[in-house]
């Protein structure tokens, strides 16, 4: 595959794995003040607990989805005969720890190198939400603690 085919594919599949997490942290940014005043009754560190975990397990399924996403793309071009090899091959890739046990042809390399910069940009922007929830649970703690001492 040419080169300027690998780029357009590599920027088009960012582009959808980049619209994937940014739609899992806004789902998460949505619903995460719901998660921080459901179980009232719960003691608070149980409640942020349970809050952080939710969280936390969300945006890996949304990272999970990005690594199937690319191993749908290293499929459909014929770099792999089974799912769990590109599932891997993508895993690594996207984790940008690169084995390199297993590797693409020629004609996708550029593509795993979107896999991986993909990836680092994906981490950063769940880092990034992970921190802003924690924010959001100190926020809450320091306003129900205002609200406890002045009542």
Do not use: C
């Amino acid at each position: 595959m040419v080169e300027g085919v690998q780029i357009s594919l590599g920027i088009a599949w960012t582009l959808v794995t980049m619209t994937v997490t940014v739609g899992f942290i806004v789902a998460l940014s949505e619903s995460l003040p719901n998660l921080l005043t459901r179980n009232t009754h719960w003691p608070a560190p149980l409640r942020d607990a349970s809050a952080l975990l939710l969280a936390v397990l969300w945006l890996f399924l949304g990272v999970f989805l990005v690594v199937v996403i690319w191993a749908a793309l290293f499929l459909w071009l014929g770099e792999f005969d089974d799912f769990s090899t590109a599932v891997y091959f993508s895993a690594v890739s996207v984790t940008t720890v690169g084995y390199g046990d297993i590797t693409v042809s020629s004609d996708s390399r550029l593509l795993a190198g979107f896999a991986a910069a993909d990836g680092f940009l994906i981490f950063g922007l769940v880092t990034a939400a992970l921190y802003e929830a924690l924010g959001r649970l100190k926020a809450e703690h320091d306003a129900h603690g205002r609200a406890q001492h002045d009542g």
